[in-house]
């Protein structure tokens, strides 16, 4: 390797050599700080020693064998042939002036066959006993052709002074200093590595980066040759480089290295010898080590490239607590409170968002003015969702007092939209972006803010949308893109979205294809703060699009997720959620269970928008299974405030109001779907996969003898594009046929029980079958009848719809026995072997109630492949007519989808 700059040094080096050689002996202490050559320049000796004939031994000392005794004497004999040295005896440990005498004595005659050059690299990390033999060397060979070679770190001396003073009182003792290089040394060094060119632009750069320190120099130069990036990477040579620096500077500058780094902009002494509770000289001392490797410019990192190699370096545990505890020292020393803000933004990078919670706190009680207080107290409601959702609300107060006042600043106001939108406060959210497009009436492209055409400009798929600056990304991950920024780093406006952008769902697509889009986003996305509530709002659109089968699966993982993350409030979402999926499914008991278990989560059980819609959840399936109680017990809660305005307040109204149909209070009933629809139509989002509010309100209708105003609900829910999904088609009519005369009534529940049998809600397909047996039995065809309702008896005890289960079958409590007649079921294995698929195909159409030519044209096939296929059904069966068919054909689906 060339030395550059160190031409001065190396003749100092050979005129000591060319004196060994002439008969005299020389002692040379290379001294520099970590990092500055002082190895290379002891290698360049040694070979040159060997080149001109000398015997050259050499030892490198080393923190970890600093106790081991006499190891550094031991590495130097071992550089000779056996018997040339005398062998080491006596006690380690204990001074033997007879082994010393011998081995100089031996050592001399060495020296007069070749001159004998000992190198030892580090000999601040000699072991005692050895550097006794060294210094009784240098005491008794001073006219031996013997040249001692030592390099020494200029800020770690070694444990025994006694040492570096008797050598410095040698009159052949000379002192090197290594100096780090100088501009124009490193200018050289980058031409020799990457060319003139490179030199002209780098050297610069390269030289402020690394202070000259030849060892951080050359590795910056190695990654830019190897990587050609303009900045080193985190575990790249130059980060390496540091890292081996410190190392070699030992444990106490290691640690000192932390807490600067952590330190950052604040970082002085003082403070870090009473973050570290050193004295300040032992504190200064470290510092000036790092200073004059390069590292530190006076007590702050010279690059921040440095200083993030010490913080990805230093112990995940041991960087939160010093975090914590530097953000304290700072509040306790009046330190500003943006200084408080970066802090808390380093803690909840490291994962504590706790600590990180606390700083904020600090900050926000550090005489924050009102602009940093609602920027604090936003931070903090991200942040306070991983432990507590209703605490993350609570944070709002603050900002949105500020917003009514007409106070916030325009800076806050996107942010604060975002937040309350994730938390679905929609008309909170709507109020701050109304504010936005007051301020900048070119924030909103063209949409209008109230009314009908609020519904055409964010009604997905129909006319106009409200302008999102992320409209060109996946619908789900657009709260996690970094936002526009134009030339030099400045923010580029942003313009106003709809607070209902991230609750929006995609249309439905009867290849399945509608969460495509989710599970792409949901398969490489990792649970964090940025990424929790549109994982949320992915996961719900697959439940409402493709249904509870898909959506089930990630609910686990992302709790799983937030379990291993510490987040018990994105354990509570992510368990709510999966409460819905449940429900939606038809479980009504483990959508039961899943929601209490997310409200055990919670520090308080009710007093927030997010418990509110948990809530809304148990009392659903509390009404569903028939315990009205404990329904009433729910609904007697206080609300919280803004409930109103949010996606769970109408989550809430769903289920007060089918509570009050399961009671029989038809008109209140009424009035809270009615409730729900306005607010959807002012939403922009009145989409029956979301929640189909004209069910509800037909059947109160219904109850309330207004079957023309009933109709017009279900007929307007039909009429919608979400029609096309089996289960708002399904639900849609069910309440259809309540309208209708018998004959049709009947087959409309059929095809009603056709399509939910595919989506998987038990419960809604139990309703449906319970209206269809009950159909039947009025139309006189008994037997299919009990066929019917003894398998939707089964299927209401298996999701706990106990109330139902009473309706469909009064006075059973066990199986029920088999139909009038004597017949028994044939078993669902038997039926599967018994047809093939297309009479399968063919006969649940038939059962459903279906004419032959409307099976031919529903499969595509002639009136006499129907009939053809038909008498094959009926020959396997053993029976004679349609009407014989057993409705286990149309339940096979229904079976294994249950």
Known sequence: MTLIDREAELAAMDSALAGTAAGQAGIVLVEGAVGCGKSELADAVADRAEAAGATVLRALGSAAERELPLGILRQLIACTPPGVLPELTGEPGRANVGAMQAFSAAACELAAMAPVVIVVDDVHHADEQSCGYLLHLARTTRWARILLVLTESVHERGDDPVFGTELLRRPNFQRIRLERLNGAAVARLVAEQLGPDAAERLAGRFAEATGGNPLLLRAMVEEHRVTGAQEPEVGGAYAQAVLTCLYRCGPAVRELAEVLAVLDDLATAERAARLLDLPLATVNRGVQALSAAGILDGARFRYPAARAAVLEWTDDSARTELHRRAAELAHRSGVPAPVLHEAAEQLLADG????????????????ADDEQRAQFRTMLAAIAARSDPGAAERHLAGPLDLLRAGSLAPARLAALARLLATQGRIDEAAEVLERITAQDPSAQDGATRDGANRDAATRPGQGGRWADPLDGLSAFPRWTAAP????????????????????????????????????LFLRGATLSEATVAPIGQAVRALLLTEGPARAMPWCHLYTEAAIRAGAPGWQAAFTALGAEVLLRQGDLTGAESRAAAAMDLLPERGGSVFAAGVSATLIRASTAMGRHDAAARELARPLPEGLAGSFQGLAHLRARGQYHLATNRFHAALGDFLQIGRTMRRWGLDRPLLLPWRIGAAEALIQLGE???????????????????????????????????????????????????????????????????????????????????????????????????????????????????????????????????????????????????????KLYITISTVEQHLTRVYRKLNITRRQQLPVDLHLLGAAEHA
């Open 484 to 519: 526009p920024v134009e030339p030099g780093g400045v923010p580029r406006p942003v313009r106003a979205a709809s607070p209902t952008t991230l609750w929006t769902i995609p249309e439905y697509a009867v290849d399945g294809s509608s969460g495509a889009a989710a599970e």
């Open 707 to 857: 079957a023309h105003q009933a109709a017009r609900f279900i007929t307007d829910q039909l009429g919608s594009k979400d029609a096309a999904h089996p289960w708002v088609h399904g639900i849609s009519l069910r309440l259809k046929a309540a309208l209708s005369e018998p004959k049709e009534r009947q087959v409309l529940l059929a095809r009603a029980v056709d399509e939910l049998r595919t989506v998987g809600d038990t419960y809604e397909l139990v309703l449906a079958m319970a209206d269809f047996g009950q159909v039947l039995k009025e139309t006189g065809d008994s037997n299919r009848a009990n066929m019917v309702n003894r398998r939707a008896w089964h299927l209401a005890d298996e999701c706990g719809a106990h109330a139902l289960r009473e309706r469909i079958l009064p006075g059973h409590t066990a199986t029920p026995g088999a139909p009038e007649g004597g017949r028994t079921d044939v078993g669902y294995a038997e039926l599967d072997a018994r047809l093939s698929e297309s009479e399968k195909r063919v006969a649940m159409l038939a059962v459903h109630g279906h004419t032959n030519r409307e099976i031919a044209m």
């Open 352 to 367: 504590a968002a706790e600590r990180a919670c606390a700083c904020l706190e600090l900050a926000d009680r550090s005489g």
